[in-house]
T-cell receptor, first 113, second 111 residues
Framework: EAQVTQNPRYLITVTGKKLTVTCSQN?????MSWYRQDPGLGLRQIYY???????DKGDVPEGYKVSRKEKRNFPLILESPSPNQTSLYFC????????????FGSGTRLTVV | KNEVEQSPQNLTAQEGEFITINCSYSVGISALHWLQQHPGGGIVSLFMLSSGKKKHGRLIATINIQEKHSSLHITASHPRDSAVYICAALYSGGGADGLTFGKGTHLIIQP
C-alpha cells in the first residue's frame, strides 16, 4: 500500500530535550515536505526536499532541522524544543511537480511542556 | 507569499443538503488541491485540479482559471462528511515551494 509513515503519533516532551519525528514513504517520490498545523493559522510549510541531499526552508523553519540522506526518509529534528513548537505535524510526499497529488502521513501531535 | 482564501470558515447543515465550499487564489497556479481532514487528524487528498471539473461519488470539484476560483460541492450530505476541508494551491514554478493552504472549512452535517 502506498503510504507515508510518521512516528510517533503522539509525543509529550520537555523544553530543551532533543527529539526526532520520523517520516518514511514507499512511493519513490522525489519531493517530501514537513508542515505544522495550528488553530487559526492552518497548515504551514516548515522544510521541503526536492531530492536526496537537497533541502530548503519553508515558511516557518526556525527551531527545526531536516535531513534527506535517503530518498524514502525525511526526519524532522527539534534540537531544543520550546513550548511554541507544540503543534500537529504532517509529513507529505509527491512527485516533483506535484502533478500526481500529495500523500500525507497520519500526523504527529507534539506537546512541549 | 501567494495566498489562498476559503469560505465559509464554519458550516453546519442538515443531512441531505447540498454543500458548497469556496476557494480563491491570488495568481496563476499549476494545480489546486482539495483535502479532507477528519477529527482524528489525518489528511486525505480528495482532488487535484488544473482545469474543469472532477467528480468522485458525491463529491464534485470545479475550477475556473479565469476567475481564480474553485468550489467543492457535496451532494446528499451525510454526517460522515463532517470534517475540515482544506483548499491548497500549487503555484506555478513547480513543487519548489510546495502547497499554499487555505485555513480550512469546518463542516458539520447534523442528522
Amino acid at each position: 500500500e502506498a503510504q507515508v509513515t510518521q512516528n510517533p503519533r503522539y509525543l509529550i516532551t520537555v523544553t530543551g530535550k532533543k527529539l526526532t519525528v520520523t517520516c518514511s514513504q514507499n512511493m519513490n517520490h522525489e519531493y517530501m515536505s514537513w508542515y505544522r498545523q495550528d488553530p487559526g493559522l492552518g497548515l504551514r510549510q516548515i522544510y521541503y526536499s526536492m531530492n536526496v541531499e537537497v533541502t530548503d526552508k519553508g515558511d516557518v523553519p526556525e527551531g527545526y532541522k531536516v535531513s534527506r540522506k535517503e530518498k524514502r526518509n525525511f526526519p524532522l529534528i527539534l534540537e531544543s524544543p520550546s513550548p511554541n513548537q507544540t503543534s500537529l505535524y504532517f509529513c507529505a510526499s509527491s512527485s516533483p511537480s506535484g502533478s500526481r497529488g500529495y500523500t500525507f502521513g497520519s500526523g504527529t501531535r507534539l506537546t512541549v511542556v | 507569499k501567494n495566498e489562498v482564501e476559503q469560505s465559509p470558515q464554519n458550516l453546519t447543515a442538515q443531512e441531505g443538503e447540498f454543500i458548497t465550499i469556496n476557494c480563491s487564489y491570488s495568481v496563476g497556479i499549476s494545480a489546486l488541491h482539495w483535502l479532507q481532514q477528519h477529527p482524528g487528524g489525518g489528511i486525505v487528498s480528495l482532488f487535484m485540479l488544473s482545469s474543469g471539473k472532477k467528480k468522485h461519488g458525491r463529491l464534485i470539484a470545479t475550477i475556473n482559471i479565469q476567475e481564480k476560483h474553485s468550489s467543492l460541492h457535496i451532494t446528499a450530505s451525510h454526517p460522515r462528511d463532517s470534517a475540515v476541508y482544506i483548499c491548497a494551491a500549487l503555484y506555478s514554478g513547480g513543487g519548489a515551494d510546495g502547497l499554499t493552504f487555505g485555513k480550512g472549512t469546518h463542516l458539520i452535517i447534523q442528522p
